[in-house]
């Protein structure tokens, strides 16, 4: 069967017409890279377990000290599960704080020649990632702050590296400080800095 490109169309639960995110990827993408790919664009710590859950099935980052019966979502590519369009898979991530995002599958088409390099590529977005252990609500206020006063005081020490870095601390974290085109400039380095940090999961 030809690679496909798979469009989804990503968002925040609780937030999803604030924050959220229009992805292509490649149908042979596994299931786990998906999860780094949601992870590094909705700007995580990427430091807690997550799952994916698909037609009832759960997959999730295998865990030795809680083992599960779960499927193992390295074990499956885009293009084995098949998804439809129209389909939904719902990304948890942090099961303390419990981060949810619902991933719509909205269009497929065959892949060309030269073009697989090219993804993951995000095509459309809206709004800065999530904050890491802040439920939505407690991130629902701070946006309402923005949107009254056009700031927030909340202090955010980031990095996309996964680290935080309490050396500097750039400007306060604000829902409308998004750019496209770093976005898509940083993305692939993003998820191989994630897929490296999660591999240790899948050592024996």
Same mark, same amino acid.
């Given at each position: 069967?030809?690679?496909?490109?798979?469009?989804?169309?990503?968002?925040?639960?609780?937030?999803?017409?604030?924050?959220?995110?229009?992805?292509?990827?490649?149908?042979?993408?596994?299931?786990?890279?998906?999860?780094?790919?949601?992870?590094?664009?909705?700007?995580?710590?990427?430091?807690?377990? @997550?799952?994916? +859950?698909?037609?009832?099935?759960?997959?999730?980052?295998?865990?030795? +000290?809680?083992?599960?019966?779960?499927?193992?979502?390295?074990?499956?590519?885009?293009?084995?599960?098949?998804? +439809?369009?129209?389909?939904?898979?719902?990304?948890?991530?942090?099961? /303390?704080?419990?981060?949810? @995002?619902?991933?719509?599958? !909205?269009?497929?088409?065959?892949?060309?020649? /030269? +073009?697989?390099?090219?993804?993951?590529?995000? !095509?459309?977005?809206?709004?800065?990632?999530?904050?890491?252990?802040?439920?939505?609500?407690?991130?629902?206020?701070?946006?309402?702050?923005?949107?009254?006063?056009?700031?927030?005081?909340?202090?955010?020490?980031?990095?996309?590296?996964?680290?935080?870095?309490?050396?500097?601390?750039?400007?306060?974290?604000?829902?409308?400080?998004?750019?496209?085109?770093?976005?898509?400039?940083?993305?692939?380095?993003?998820?191989?800095?994630?897929?490296?940090?999660?591999?240790?999961?899948?050592?024996?």
């Amino acid at each position: 069967m030809a690679t496909q490109v798979l469009t989804f169309h990503m968002a925040y639960t609780g937030l999803e017409d604030r924050i959220w995110r229009d992805v292509e990827v490649s149908s042979k993408m596994r299931l786990d890279q998906l999860g780094y790919v949601v992870l590094a664009t909705f700007d995580t710590m990427a430091y807690h377990l @997550f799952e994916i +859950e698909f037609r009832g099935k759960v997959y999730s980052v295998p865990d030795m +000290e809680t083992p599960t019966q779960q499927r193992d979502p390295a074990d499956f590519t885009l293009g084995e599960l098949a998804p +439809e369009v129209g389909e939904t898979m719902e990304l948890i991530y942090d099961f /303390g704080t419990e981060q949810h @995002f619902l991933l719509i599958l !909205t269009a497929v088409r065959d892949m060309k020649r /030269g +073009e697989g390099r090219h993804f993951p590529w995000v !095509t459309a977005m809206n709004g800065r990632g999530i904050i890491d252990d802040m439920p939505v609500r407690e991130l629902e206020e701070l946006i309402k702050q923005i949107d009254r006063n056009g700031k927030t005081d909340e202090p955010v020490y980031y990095s996309r590296d996964g680290i935080e870095d309490r050396s500097f601390l750039p400007a306060p974290w604000d829902i409308n400080r998004f750019d496209l085109k770093t976005e898509n400039a940083l993305l692939k380095y993003d998820v191989e800095k994630i897929e490296q940090g999660y591999s240790p999961f899948w050592e024996d």
